[in-house]
């Protein structure tokens, strides 16, 4: 009996490769076609380029292949799946793929995703979610899901415990696109769209006539609603931007942040080309990506959200090699003045620092909350209320250097508040403070003559705030990034 034993592995085998390979044929010749065409990848190619050579193992592949009521097999039910690693290291993986009914969400592309996102959780593994995909299956209405809770409720439950990123790489609709919105880092490529509903639904509910670019366009979530973080000019871009962000967070919560502290751009250097990027002179502007070109390691600087909040720079980079958030005012916009925007997006990347364990570097410029009746109906107020609250939260090491003028509000949510648990406070000598300038705060104070002079001599230079301990060290601008450096190599 035991010699017919192959035979039988034999056939089950060839089924097994054929099932496979129908799984890895997606949607076929025609479809992968027309994918490439306009200019996008197939969630496969994604996600070889995502992970490190040979590193994929899928998860799932045979999800959609055996319909119970014998239904046209759907590969992979329209998504791919599974670990991989990412510069070594090891993360969950899932793209949506648009070859297979546009990438829709049957049921077990359901569980599939649920499973996936609780390896995630179990695993404590960092996760990746690639986009591009019409949402729930129109089908699905005359079914009930098998699985629950659903992804949706566990990606939420991943908030704060490992990295979430989410990539838009072509149009991303309904559940998907909630499902997207979690992430620590969501990037979208250019061309791509995003929204709760697409043109169809919109015209069938609304009566309104709008393409996926009005609705949802990468341009507009990047610069204006600020849904969106990055925007990528090619798949292959955001792909390196994932990686990238990936390699300078821990795996999860509570891990060791990344170092480099022997590289050669981490050594300690002076920064003498300070004096001449920032004026002292408070009414002058000057561009702050500049200044963290020089205080930065060179070819680490990463900009987040760079489109959206002008007035806010807001970058991951290292310094003496660790691994640091920055939060900066940006002096060539508005003066750098807090605005609502610009407050929301670093509300969202202190927490990210906080959940984990990323130290944070403020570089304070500005002349406080923007005022004015535009700015308060944006919401200015909560906005900044927002940012403080996230800056008390804030239990890892915290870096604030003043490098001009902060006025008011815009002190304290730049984390300037004397002793408030910072690791270090600096400031150079050409700081102006102040509860609000002098120049207008006068007036809006009904100060007199004298009073307003002498508010002006009161904010003029570090000495008197210095002379209180508001600050821990007044340092010449040379100075600052070793500085930084020694504060972060406390141990």
């Known amino acids: 009996m035991a010699t017919h034993n192959p035979e039988a592995w034999n056939s089950l085998l060839q089924q097994l490769q054929a099932r496979t390979d129908a799984a890895k044929a997606m949607g076929g010749e025609d479809k992968i076609a027309r994918q490439h065409s306009r200019n996008r990848q197939t969630a ?11 590193s994929f193992s899928e998860i799932g592949a045979l999800a959609g292949g055996n319909h119970p009521g014998g239904a046209a097999a759907v590969p992979g039910d329209g998504l791919v799946g599974g670990t991989g690693r990412v510069h070594g290291r090891s993360v969950v993986v899932m793209a949506e793929d648009f070859t297979v009914k546009g990438g829709s969400i049957g049921h077990p592309n359901a569980a599939k995703r649920a499973r996936l996102v609780r390896m995630a959780a179990e695993q404590q593994l960092p996760l990746v979610l690639m986009l591009d995909g019409a949402g729930e299956r129109a089908t699905n209405g005359s079914e009930r899901y098998p699985v629950a809770p659903g992804d949706l409720q566990l ?4 908030k704060g415990q490992v990295p979430v990123v ?13 499902t997207g919105m979690f992430a620590d880092l969501i990037i979208m490529t250019a061309g791509s769209a995003m929204f709760t509903a697409g043109p169809p639904l919109v015209k069938a509910a609304l009566g309104i006539d709008a ?22 000019n090619s798949e292959a871009e955001a792909v390196a931007m994932a990686r990238y962000f990936l390699s300078m967070l821990p795996a999860r919560a509570g891990g060791k942040v990344p170092e480099s502290r022997e590289a050669p751009a981490a050594q300690p250097r002076a920064v003498d080309q300070l004096m001449t990027l920032i004026p002292p002179q408070v009414n002058l502007a000057y561009d702050m990506r500049d200044v963290l070109q020089e205080l930065v390691d060179s070819q680490t600087l990463f900009e987040l959200q760079p489109a959206y909040g002008r007035t806010m720079i807001v970058a991951l980079a290292r310094i003496g090699g660790v691994a640091c958030m920055i939060v900066a005012n940006q002096p060539a916009v508005m003066a750098g003045a807090i605005t609502a925007a610009g407050a929301y997006k670093a509300t969202h990347f202190i927490d990210v620092a906080a959940a984990f364990g990323l130290p944070l570097l403020s570089l304070l410029d500005n002349p406080g909350v923007l005022p004015g009746a535009a700015s308060e109906r944006e919401g200015v107020l909560r906005a900044a209320g ?3 609250a996230a800056q008390r939260r804030y239990r890892g090491r915290k870096v604030v250097a003043t490098l001009r003028k902060a006025f008011g509000f815009g002190s304290s ?24 300038p002098a120049i207008g705060g006068a ?21 008197v705030p210095a002379d209180a301990m508001a600050f821990d060290k007044v340092i010449a601008p040379g100075e600052l990034r070793n500085e930084i450096i020694q504060a972060l190599y406390l141990d």
């Open 443 to 463: 007036e809006a104070t009904r100060a007199s003559a004298e009073e307003s002079a002498q508010m002006q001599e009161l904010q003029s230079g570090a000495w």
């Open 44 to 54: 496969r190619e994604r996600i070889d380029i995502l992970c490190d050579s040979a």
């Open 155 to 158: 990606v939420a439950d991943l």
């Open 211 to 232: 393409t996926a670019e009005e609705l949802g366009g990468a341009q507009m979530h990047t610069a204006e609603s600020g849904v969106a973080h990055n925007l990528a």
């Open 166 to 178: 989410t990539l838009v790489m072509g149009t991303s609709a309904g559940h998907g696109a909630l």
């Open 386 to 388: 927002q940012m403080f």
């Open 413 to 436: 949510v730049m984390g300037m508040n004397p002793w408030d648990r910072q690791t270090i406070s600096l400031a150079l000598p050409s700081v102006t403070l102040g509860g609000v």
